[in-house]
DNA sequence: AGCGGATGTACAG
DNA sequence: TGTACCTCCGCTT
């Protein structure tokens, strides 16, 4: 579930949901039951995102802040809530909705200053109206590091995932060992206003869908696929399967932990 | 029933 | 670089 996207529509849904409004706070599971005490009663007042951190003020108590790590999950619905079950870590109530929190790996209540420093430590965001692409060019530009790698850094641009990583690297033809200092402002800019455009659209959808158009399963006379988390992708959890422009076998290696897929005939090096 | 993997990060050494 | 953490789901037995 969770890039950037997934956090920026859970901002969203909170505020349209929860804002303005006294909020039920509890934590069944137990880890966040002190803090559900505090914010009982509480006006949530704003609902932010940055990159994968959400944040939702309380004026009188500070912010919650979470992070879903890679298994968190939200769901959302009408009241009545279902019976809780031991592993909500937060839920939140109204007469009219209910928010359900499980599994994440941050879930805690911040100061304004405590909030500050985790936007100072992040980069850009894509789905940041404020920001741009230059300050995060200035890191890449100046790396040895891999693009896949600079690409999933937080602290370089914030809020991209593996899938994401993948796909936009695929799209602009790039490969993704290329060094940071081998990529031009051009194509860096054209990979951040790609992100700006896809995210977007994964917010409005809740979901990843990288494939332009002219390349679709029915534009292309191919059987309809669409990955497990519920987009349609080019290269994503698609290895040794046909690459849908040019036929060759998609590759996936291990990079800093995590799976790597790109095709190598449509992405050349520098 | 049990295993492995997953859209992530932080910390140890 | 490796490991720990959080949960759910799909695959294998």
Request: with cysteine.
């Amino acid at each position: 579930m969770p890039e950037g996207h997934t956090i920026h529509r859970l901002a969203d849904d909170h505020r349209e949901r929860f804002a303005g409004e006294p909020v039920t706070v509890r934590s069944p599971q137990g880890k966040f039951a002190d803090s559900a005490a505090l914010l009982t009663g509480q006006v949530m007042e704003a609902a932010e995102a940055h990159g994968k951190h959400l944040f939702l003020g309380f004026a009188d108590t500070g912010w919650i802040h979470v992070h879903l790590g890679l298994f968190g999950k939200y769901t959302l619905g009408a009241t009545p809530a279902p019976p809780p079950t031991d592993t909500v870590r937060l839920r939140l109530l109204t007469d009219a909705y209910h928010s359900d929190l499980r599994g994440p790996t941050t879930c805690a209540l911040i100061t304004d200053d405590e909030k500050q420093a985790i936007h100072d430590r992040l980069g850009p965001d894509p789905l940041r109206d404020t920001d741009g692409p230059e300050k995060a060019y200035r890191r890449v530009s100046r790396s040895r590091t891999t693009i896949a790698a600079l690409l999933m850094d937080q602290k370089v641009i914030a809020g991209v995932g593996n899938v994401y990583r993948a796909e936009v690297l695929f799209r602009h033809g790039i490969d993704p060992y290329t060094p940071g200092k081998d990529v031009t402002e051009a194509q860096w800019n054209a990979i951040w206003a790609d992100l700006v455009a896809l995210m977007r659209e994964g917010v409005r959808l809740n979901r990843i869908d990288t494939v332009r158009p002219e390349h679709t399963p029915e534009a292309m006379g191919r059987p309809p696929r669409v990955d497990d988390h519920g987009g349609e992708v080019y290269v994503y959890r698609r290895a040794n399967q046909p690459c849908h422009l040019c036929g060759g076998e998609i590759r996936t290696a291990d990079l800093a932990a995590r799976n790597l897929f790109w095709c190598p005939a449509c992405q050349r090096p520098a």
